[in-house]
Every structure is written in structure tokens, then in C-alpha cells.
């Protein structure tokens, strides 16, 4: 990338947010540009199998999903760059984007670089995941129908998890590291009185069982306060730990709340800086959906276009 090149509308996020936003942006002739970032086509490229998205009534493969998608952006005319976007000056016009490959320019931003779930750091537990091991029970509770799962955390979205998992699991068992959830009253109520739901207080998760086998089998945990080891038997792990915007590289340029997720103004997706755009998980900490994703990312392409039309206006 010898030259700046300068793009109408330049999407950064690969995911089911940038895709369709890459979709609408290229079929309205504005030639989008998509970075890819370091995990292209997001969250979904992990997921083994996708039973929720419209559209696919027997199922469809992660993965798949996303190629489509790709494929579907590239047949209107959307540029892709495989590449990670290291910082954005949004104090000039156009704005400036630096990647490890070089600069660009950027009349409009979409910022569609989704949110990581907040994982133990357990190789068993990268091992497993989409073998039992997930971080989403309404994207993977389906599959867990009669079976014993554990769920670990201790707020309201682990609490939110456990209840949802109930309409499935047999058993549900929260794994806590304190003697007290962090949930909200109503949250840590609605819970205790299900009688599905069980707690394991103090301890945390060492391992997940059993790699071996390709496959969750149980996990062994280990008291916090006593040192004591067991291995509590269950078909499925929930990781309900939080997640984490990747928007670190808008912080203090764009308006986000107190956890770095961005906030849109109304029911737009407008950010605080005029021209940039936030669709999907950036900017969702309720839902974190594909299809809510990628009805954002249809809607900021829609915000992305009609800002361009009152540009050009402006200036005749």
C-alpha cells in the first residue's frame, strides 16, 4: 500500500455486523471497504453449528454462514483487506485509518469489530469449544436438551444463563469463586427458586474434561478457601464471565459507557463523531445475536449512505 487510497465507507469488522453492512453499502454503489481484523468473519467461525439465523430451517455451519456472507459482499463489489486496524484519527476529514500495512482514508467508518467473551485461559477450555464448551446459552442451549451442564460466573448475564439453560438442561450448576453472587436481587431470587439450579460456592474451574475424548465430560474444580479438588460430572460449559468490546482503539474519541461499548444516538446507529457508524456487538451489550448484528450492520450502512447524500448536498 504505497498510496493512500480514499474509500466512501470503510468497515472495520468482518463479522455477521460488517458483512451485511458491507452488503447494503456495495449494493448502494459505494465501492465498501472491509478489514478484516484478526479473527475474520467474528464469533460465528467458531460456532459448529447455527440453528437460530433465519433463513436455514435444517441448521448451518458457522463457518458457512460467514463465507456465504463474504462471498454474497464480494459479488456486489465490497473490497477486502486482511489486515488489523491500529489507530484512527477522527479529528480529521477524511479520517485517517493506520494499519499494520499502511493508511487509508475514510469519508464514513463502520465500526463493526464485535466483542470477545471473557474466557478462562484454559487449554482445555480452547480445546473444547464448540464441543460442549460455549459462551453463549441462547446461540447453544438447544443442544443440551436432557443433559447436565455447569454454568460459571456469578452476575446477572451468568444468572440469565442458568435460568435460559433450565428450559433445556436437566441440571444446571452455577460454579462461583465467591460465597455471594454479584447478580441483582431479582436476578439471584428468580434463580435460588429454580429448583434445576444448583451452587458451588468458592471454588473455580482448573480444568475441563475431558480433551481425550473430544468431547465435555465434567470439570474439576478447586476450593478457593480449602485448597480441595473434585470433578463435578456434566455434558456441557457455560462461560458467563462477561465479554469485552473491541473497541479499545476508540477510547476517548468516541462516546462509550463505562464497560467500552459504544453508544449510539436514538435508534440510529450514529456514534458521537459525525461520519462514524457502530453496528453489532460494539455497541449491543443486551442481545449479542447475529441476526441482531447483522440487522445493525444493515442499518448503519443505510445511517452511512444518507450521511454521504447530506454531504454532498452540503456542498453544492
Same mark, same amino acid.
Given at each position: 500500500?504505497? *498510496?493512500?487510497? !480514499? @474509500?466512501?465507507?470503510?468497515?472495520?469488522?468482518?463479522?455477521?455486523?460488517?458483512?451485511?453492512?458491507? +452488503? @447494503?453499502?456495495?449494493? $448502494?454503489?459505494?465501492?465498501?471497504?472491509?478489514?478484516?481484523? &484478526?479473527?475474520?468473519?467474528?464469533?460465528?467461525?467458531?460456532?459448529? %453449528?447455527?440453528?437460530?439465523?433465519?433463513?436455514? #430451517?435444517?441448521?448451518?455451519?458457522?463457518? /458457512?454462514?460467514?463465507?456465504?456472507?463474504?462471498?454474497?459482499?464480494? /459479488?456486489?463489489?465490497? %473490497?477486502?483487506?486482511?489486515?488489523?486496524?491500529?489507530?484512527?484519527?477522527?479529528?480529521?476529514? #477524511?479520517?485517517? +485509518?493506520?494499519?499494520?500495512?499502511?493508511?487509508?482514508?475514510?469519508? &464514513?467508518?463502520?465500526?463493526?469489530?464485535?466483542?470477545?467473551?471473557?474466557?478462562?485461559?484454559? *487449554?482445555? *477450555?480452547?480445546?473444547?469449544?464448540?464441543?460442549?464448551?460455549?459462551?453463549?446459552?441462547?446461540?447453544?442451549?438447544?443442544?443440551?436438551?436432557?443433559?447436565?451442564?455447569?454454568?460459571?460466573?456469578?452476575?446477572?448475564?451468568?444468572?440469565?444463563?442458568?435460568?435460559?439453560?433450565?428450559?433445556? $438442561?436437566?441440571?444446571?450448576?452455577?460454579?462461583?469463586?465467591?460465597?455471594?453472587?454479584?447478580?441483582?436481587?431479582?436476578?439471584?431470587?428468580?434463580?435460588?427458586?429454580?429448583?434445576?439450579?444448583?451452587?458451588?460456592?468458592?471454588?473455580?474451574?482448573?480444568?475441563?474434561?475431558?480433551?481425550?475424548?473430544?468431547?465435555?465430560?465434567?470439570?474439576?474444580?478447586?476450593?478457593?478457601?480449602?485448597?480441595?479438588?473434585?470433578?463435578?460430572?456434566?455434558?456441557?460449559?457455560?462461560?458467563?464471565?462477561?465479554?469485552?468490546?473491541? &473497541?479499545?482503539?476508540?477510547?476517548?474519541?468516541?462516546?462509550?459507557?463505562?464497560?467500552? @461499548?459504544?453508544?449510539? %444516538?436514538?435508534?440510529?446507529? !450514529?456514534?458521537?463523531?459525525?461520519?462514524?457508524?457502530?453496528?453489532?456487538?460494539?455497541?449491543?451489550?443486551? @442481545? !449479542?445475536?447475529?441476526?441482531?448484528?447483522?440487522? &445493525?450492520?444493515?442499518? $448503519?450502512?443505510?445511517?452511512?449512505? !444518507?450521511?454521504?447524500?447530506?454531504?454532498?448536498?452540503?456542498?453544492?
Amino acid at each position: 500500500m504505497a *498510496e493512500e487510497k !480514499r @474509500y466512501k465507507v470503510v468497515i472495520i469488522g468482518s463479522g455477521p455486523a460488517g458483512l451485511t453492512a458491507a +452488503i @447494503y453499502a456495495a449494493r $448502494a454503489m459505494l465501492k465498501p471497504l472491509v478489514i478484516e481484523g &484478526t479473527q475474520p468473519g467474528g464469533q460465528l467461525m467458531i460456532t459448529s %453449528e447455527v440453528e437460530n439465523f433465519p433463513g436455514f #430451517p435444517d441448521g448451518i455451519d458457522g463457518p /458457512k454462514l460467514m463465507q456465504d456472507m463474504r462471498r454474497q459482499a464480494e /459479488k456486489f463489489g465490497t %473490497e477486502f483487506l486482511m489486515d488489523v486496524v491500529e489507530d484512527v484519527d477522527v479529528s480529521v476529514r #477524511p479520517f485517517r +485509518i493506520k494499519m499494520s500495512g499502511g493508511e487509508i482514508l475514510a469519508d &464514513t467508518i463502520i465500526v463493526a469489530s464485535g466483542a470477545s467473551a471473557n474466557w478462562l485461559g484454559l *487449554e482445555s *477450555e480452547k480445546q473444547l469449544q464448540g464441543r460442549g464448551v460455549s459462551a453463549c446459552a441462547t446461540c447453544d442451549g438447544f443442544f443440551f436438551q436432557g443433559k447436565e451442564v455447569v454454568v460459571i460466573g456469578g452476575g446477572d448475564s451468568a444468572m440469565e444463563e442458568a435460568l435460559f439453560l433450565t428450559k433445556f $438442561a436437566s441440571k444446571v450448576t452455577v460454579i462461583h469463586r465467591r460465597d455471594q453472587l454479584r447478580a441483582s436481587r431479582i436476578m439471584q431470587e428468580k434463580a435460588f427458586a429454580n429448583p434445576k439450579i444448583d451452587f458451588i460456592w468458592n471454588s473455580v474451574v482448573e480444568e475441563i474434561l475431558d480433551v481425550a475424548k473430544n468431547e465435555v465430560t465434567g470439570v474439576r474444580i478447586r476450593n478457593v478457601k480449602t485448597g480441595e479438588t473434585s470433578v463435578i460430572p456434566c455434558q456441557g460449559v457455560f462461560l458467563a464471565i462477561g465479554h469485552t468490546p473491541n &473497541t479499545q482503539i476508540f477510547k476517548g474519541k468516541l462516546k462509550m459507557d463505562e464497560k467500552g @461499548y459504544i453508544i449510539t %444516538e436514538g435508534k440510529s446507529t !450514529r456514534t458521537s463523531v459525525p461520519g462514524i457508524f457502530a453496528a453489532g456487538d460494539v455497541q449491543d451489550p443486551t @442481545y !449479542r445475536q447475529a441476526i441482531t448484528a447483522a440487522g &445493525t450492520g444493515c442499518m $448503519a450502512a443505510i445511517d452511512a449512505e !444518507r450521511f454521504l447524500e447530506e454531504q454532498a448536498f452540503a456542498r453544492k
